[in-house]
């Protein structure tokens, strides 16, 4: 009974906690999401397009949700990207 308890209180305290990061990371999403002036923050790659190879590009424009993107060659992509 008394290992049943334990446990019981260390699941407990596991969820407990697990529920405090998910807030944490929820907390930390809506920041990055709507900063202070209301509107989205834009997101640009550190390297110019040029810099980047083929699967950064793809990457970049999957984070972007540009349509045709896995057709795309490697400049296809960077002027994808520079439109935004």
């Keep these: 009974m008394r290992r049943l308890l334990k446990t019981l209180i260390f699941f407990g305290a596991l ?9 944490t990371w929820e907390e930390e999403r809506a ?5 202070a002036g209301g509107r989205p923050r834009e997101h640009r790659p550190e390297s110019p397009p040029e810099s980047l ?7 970049e424009a999957k984070r972007l949700d540009i349509a045709g993107r896995s057709r795309m060659t490697k400049a296809e ?8």
């Design 15 to 23: 969820a407990a906690a697990a529920r405090a990061l998910i807030d």
């Design 31 to 35: 920041h990055q999401e709507a900063p």
């Design 53 to 59: 190879s083929r699967d950064e590009l793809y990457e």
């Design 77 to 84: 992509l960077q002027r994808a990207i520079a439109r935004g």
